[in-house]
Structures are given as structure tokens and as C-alpha cells.
């Protein structure tokens, strides 16, 4: 193999759903990495709620076990309702209404659960793909012997494969441009200790676990060059939500001189939503916050406030990448000219 893009191929051996000609089957994402289990999801109300509950998580992944929901639905004899519950599971990652709006404009052109079911690993395929394209194109703007530090979990766990920016990372390290692997823990449900920890082990690549509040003085020792983070919305200004905490990342890097690199298929673009301050925030039960694996380390009666995203300006976003090309400093000019126009 030669090149950046196959030798990531070595690199991505995780895999977050299947499909099994009669159910969906996805990888509890919950458990990891104490413990390796799928949960059989028969019918599309058990979709809706593994996206509900995190079995399943990553804007990307979602999309595309809502699509496969959606199959599901229809052999039901429920399509409408169950798409209804299936868009309603979280409100702030944009690839899952977008996946469910192929699937819906399908059915109403009287599409039966085959075709569907065709359209479905059509996104998954797509998704595969994209994430290929970007971790090359983003991988190419890092010089050799950089050092970069992500956020959350953005790889094969978060979507059909490879990953967004956990795929940069992959092809970075593969072909000899990343020399420093950094992910923070990224509070509460610690995504980046339990799942992207988890993956890079998986395929041996070394990195190292820093607590979120260690990211400023990481970056001012000159350790790493590059923030790399995905996103679940992208506004048509180009500013872009994302895990809670990306914000504060952009801000520092800002302040150390560390480029900030967002990496998202084009999907996780919504410009119907002309900036960040119209994108609805999901909040979640404070109890995550309060305390951790099943036990309350808060006193009792303390209150907490629970985001799970944040809105990171565009004006903080120094290169975004998308299956359709670089976008250097994006706004809404430069957003609009890229994906003014659609595909279906």
C-alpha cells in the first residue's frame, strides 16, 4: 500500500452497526471499553431509543442507524410514526434529520422496505466514503512531526467507519505526519477516555489522555500544533457545534497559536440555520454531571447544568474539511459558494 488514504486502511478494524437482513445491530457504546456487546434493534422504536440512550452516538452514526430505523418502520406498517420518533431521539445533530428526510422523500414516492433498505446502506456507503476523502485532505494539511490533540470521539464509532477528525488522525499518524496523539477525556460521559482511547488501542496507535482542564497548559508547552474535533451542525456562517467543551478549545488554541481543524461530511451542514445562535442545544439529566458510573460524588441537593454541545464561532475555525474540499477561515460567503447547492 502507498499513500496516505490506504495506509489509514491498516488503521480502522472498529465497526459501529450492522445490518442483519431482519434487525439492526448496534455496538453499546455505553459499555466500552469494559465490555463488548451489540444490542439487537428488531423494530424502530428500539432505534429511536438506543439514539436516545448514547448505544450509539457520533452525528454521522446516528444518521445512519435512524436510516436503517426508518426500514424498519416501513416493514412495520408505521413509517410515519416511527420516522417521528426516530427524529425526535436527539435534536442537535443535523445528519439525523438529513438521513431521515432521503428516507421519507423515498417512501412518499411510494418506495417499498427494499428500496429503502437500498437507500440505507446507500448513506452508510456514502458516509464510508466521505470520511476516506477527509482524512486524506486533512491529514495533507499537517506537517510531519506535528503533535494534535482531539476531543470526543470522532472516528469508526461515530459514523459508517475510519472516522471525521479521529480519521485525520489515522491517516496522519499512518503515513508519518503525526508524531503526538493527545484526546481529552471529554466530560461527562468521557468519550474521549473510554471510546477514542479505545479505538486507537484497537489499532495501535499510541496516544495519550489528558483531563479537559489540562488542554491550555498542553498547548502551551508546545506539544501539539493541531486541535482536530468533529462536528454535529454546521451553521451556513460556518459556525459549528459540536461536544461541549470544543469552544473553550478554540479559544486556547486562538490564544497559543494552535491551528483548529474542523472535519465533517458535508451532511453535518445545515444551511437552513444562518448561524450557531439557531441551533438548539440538547440538554441532558443533570444526574450525569452530579456523578459517575452509577455513583453520586455531588453533595446531595446540588443542582447541575448539563449541555451536551456548544456553538464554536466560525471566526475560531481556521480549516474546515469536508469530502468536498478544504475551507480555509470559513463564513457564510465562502459556505454558500461550497454548498449552495445541495445533492438530494
Same mark, same amino acid.
Request: charged letters at 20%; one cysteine or more; a neutral charge.
Given at each position: 500500500?502507498?499513500?496516505?488514504?490506504?495506509?489509514?486502511?491498516?488503521?480502522?478494524?472498529?465497526?459501529?452497526?450492522?445490518?442483519?437482513?431482519?434487525?439492526?445491530?448496534?455496538?453499546?457504546?455505553?459499555?466500552?471499553?469494559?465490555?463488548?456487546?451489540?444490542?439487537?434493534?428488531?423494530?424502530?422504536?428500539?432505534?429511536?431509543?438506543?439514539?436516545?440512550?448514547?448505544?450509539?452516538?457520533?452525528?454521522?452514526?446516528?444518521?445512519?442507524?435512524?436510516?436503517?430505523?426508518?426500514?424498519?418502520?416501513?416493514?412495520?406498517?408505521?413509517?410515519?410514526?416511527?420516522?417521528?420518533?426516530?427524529?425526535?431521539?436527539?435534536?442537535?445533530?443535523?445528519?439525523?434529520?438529513?438521513?431521515?428526510?432521503?428516507?421519507?422523500?423515498?417512501?412518499?414516492?411510494?418506495?417499498?422496505?427494499?428500496?429503502?433498505?437500498?437507500?440505507?446502506?446507500?448513506?452508510?456507503?456514502?458516509?464510508?466514503?466521505?470520511?476516506?476523502?477527509?482524512?486524506?485532505?486533512?491529514?495533507?494539511?499537517?506537517?510531519?512531526?506535528?503533535?494534535?490533540?482531539?476531543?470526543?470521539?470522532?472516528?469508526?464509532? !461515530?459514523? +459508517?467507519? $475510519?472516522?471525521?477528525?479521529?480519521? #485525520?488522525?489515522? %491517516?496522519? /499518524?499512518?503515513?508519518? *505526519? =503525526? @508524531?503526538?496523539?493527545?484526546?481529552?477525556?471529554?466530560?461527562?460521559?468521557?468519550?474521549?477516555?473510554?471510546?477514542?482511547?479505545?479505538?486507537?488501542?484497537?489499532?495501535?496507535?499510541?496516544?495519550?489522555?489528558?483531563?479537559?482542564? !489540562?488542554? +491550555?497548559? $498542553?498547548?502551551?508547552?508546545?506539544? #501539539?500544533?493541531? %486541535?482536530? /474535533?468533529?462536528?454535529? *451542525? =454546521? @451553521?451556513?456562517?460556518?459556525?459549528?457545534?459540536?461536544?461541549?467543551?470544543?469552544?473553550?478549545?478554540?479559544?486556547?488554541?486562538?490564544?497559543?497559536?494552535?491551528?483548529?481543524?474542523?472535519?465533517?461530511?458535508?451532511?453535518?451542514?445545515?444551511? +437552513?440555520?444562518?448561524?450557531?445562535?439557531?441551533?438548539?442545544?440538547?440538554?441532558?439529566?443533570?444526574?450525569?454531571?452530579?456523578?459517575?458510573?452509577?455513583?453520586?460524588?455531588?453533595?446531595?441537593?446540588?443542582?447541575?447544568?448539563?449541555?451536551?454541545?456548544?456553538?464554536?464561532?466560525?471566526?475560531?475555525?481556521?480549516?474546515?474539511?469536508?469530502?468536498?474540499?478544504?475551507?480555509?477561515?470559513?463564513?457564510?460567503?465562502?459556505?454558500?459558494?461550497?454548498?449552495?447547492?445541495?445533492?438530494?
Amino acid at each position: 500500500m502507498s499513500g496516505p488514504d490506504n495506509a489509514a486502511v491498516t488503521h480502522d478494524s472498529v465497526c459501529p452497526l450492522r445490518w442483519d437482513g431482519q434487525m439492526l445491530e448496534l455496538l453499546d457504546q455505553r459499555l466500552l471499553p469494559h465490555e463488548v456487546r451489540w444490542l439487537a434493534c428488531r423494530d424502530s422504536a428500539a432505534v429511536a431509543d438506543a439514539i436516545r440512550a448514547l448505544v450509539v452516538r457520533g452525528a454521522p452514526a446516528i444518521g445512519i442507524a435512524a436510516a436503517y430505523g426508518a426500514v424498519l418502520a416501513q416493514r412495520e406498517g408505521r413509517f410515519e410514526t416511527g420516522v417521528a420518533q426516530l427524529r425526535a431521539a436527539r435534536p442537535t445533530a443535523v445528519n439525523l434529520v438529513w438521513a431521515l428526510d432521503r428516507m421519507h422523500a423515498l417512501a412518499a414516492d411510494g418506495a417499498d422496505a427494499q428500496r429503502l433498505l437500498a437507500e440505507a446502506r446507500a448513506i452508510e456507503a456514502e458516509d464510508l466514503a466521505a470520511n476516506h476523502a477527509m482524512a486524506a485532505a486533512g491529514a495533507q494539511l499537517i506537517e510531519p512531526g506535528a503533535g494534535v490533540l482531539t476531543h470526543c470521539n470522532t472516528g469508526a464509532l !461515530a459514523t +459508517a467507519g $475510519l472516522g471525521t477528525a479521529l480519521g #485525520v488522525v489515522r %491517516v496522519g /499518524v499512518a503515513s508519518g *505526519r =503525526i @508524531a503526538r496523539v493527545f484526546a481529552g477525556e471529554t466530560r461527562p460521559w468521557l468519550q474521549g477516555a473510554r471510546l477514542t482511547m479505545w479505538e486507537l488501542q484497537q489499532d495501535g496507535i499510541a496516544a495519550t489522555l489528558i483531563i479537559d482542564s !489540562a488542554a +491550555a497548559a $498542553l498547548m502551551r508547552s508546545g506539544a #501539539v500544533q493541531w %486541535v482536530i /474535533v468533529g462536528a454535529d *451542525r =454546521i @451553521a451556513a456562517n460556518g459556525d459549528v457545534a459540536n461536544k461541549i467543551g470544543t469552544y473553550a478549545l478554540a479559544l486556547m488554541a486562538r490564544h497559543h497559536g494552535v491551528r483548529m481543524m474542523v472535519v465533517a461530511p458535508s451532511s453535518t451542514v445545515d444551511l +437552513a440555520t444562518a448561524s450557531g445562535d439557531f441551533i438548539e442545544i440538547e440538554s441532558r439529566d443533570p444526574a450525569e454531571v452530579l456523578g459517575c458510573g452509577g455513583r453520586r460524588h455531588a453533595p446531595e441537593g446540588v443542582t447541575a447544568w448539563n449541555p451536551v454541545f456548544d456553538i464554536t464561532p466560525a471566526s475560531l475555525v481556521d480549516v474546515l474539511v469536508t469530502e468536498r474540499g478544504v475551507l480555509r477561515r470559513p463564513d457564510a460567503a465562502i459556505m454558500r459558494a461550497r454548498f449552495g447547492k445541495r445533492d438530494a
